[in-house]
């Protein structure tokens, strides 16, 4: 097999494949020929080229998919997996690639596919965002509070019989 052309690129898909292998549990994977993808527990959270290949990468995004499919280098991934929040990016040749939003966007497809134990090792600092604790309600102060008492079921009306004529 003849060793492939080199690209511009390359450097920018080894610091990728490298940031996403320092993840625990993360492997590389190649499923079927000019690929090179990482996963985590077998299961892919960044589809990458091999080098030589022109750049593209496909990553699940459950929480940015929206804004990344209004890029114009963006669409949702083939074979169904766009449904799931899958985004494909594909990239002018002669355009410099935006390194740090690749790089969000495999932490947020490693979040996705890792298992919870493995994300937990991650740490609190780099973890997404937590929602807003939810507000507490007050308890009443046990002078005011009225005593429980049991009410009565209410009684219930017969429901209405249809009646059938008999032969």
């Known amino acids: 097999m003849a060793k492939r052309a080199s690209r511009p690129t390359d450097a920018v898909l080894r610091e990728l494949r490298a940031f996403g292998l320092g993840y625990p549990g993360a492997h ?3 499923p079927w ?17 091999v080098e030589g290949d022109s750049f593209h990468i496909s ?16 669409q949702p991934a083939g074979y169904g997996l766009g449904k799931s929040g899958w985004v494909d990016a594909r990239f002018p040749e002669d355009q410099p690639l935006p390194v740090d939003m690749l ?17 937990a090792q991650l740490g609190a600092a780099a973890a997404a965002p937590a929602p807003a604790p ?34």
Not at 104 to 110: L, M, Q
Not at 145 to 165: C, E, F, L, V, W
Request: proline residues 10%; positive net charge; hydrophobic residues 35%.
């Open 103 to 119: 790089k969000a966007w495999i932490d947020e497809s490693y979040r996705a596919q890792a298992p919870k134990k493995l994300v």
């Open 134 to 167: 939810a507000a507490k309600a007050k308890a009443k102060p046990k002078a005011t509070a009225k005593p429980k008492t049991r009410s009565k079921p209410k009684a219930r009306k017969p429901a209405a019989r249809a009646t059938k004529k008999r032969r």
């Open 28 to 30: 590389t994977k190649s």
């Open 33 to 49: 020929p000019g690929h090179l993808d990482l996963a985590v527990n077998d299961k892919t959270f960044a589809y990458l080229p």
């Open 59 to 74: 990553c699940k995004l459950p929480r940015s998919a929206g804004v990344a499919l209004m890029l114009p280098f963006c």
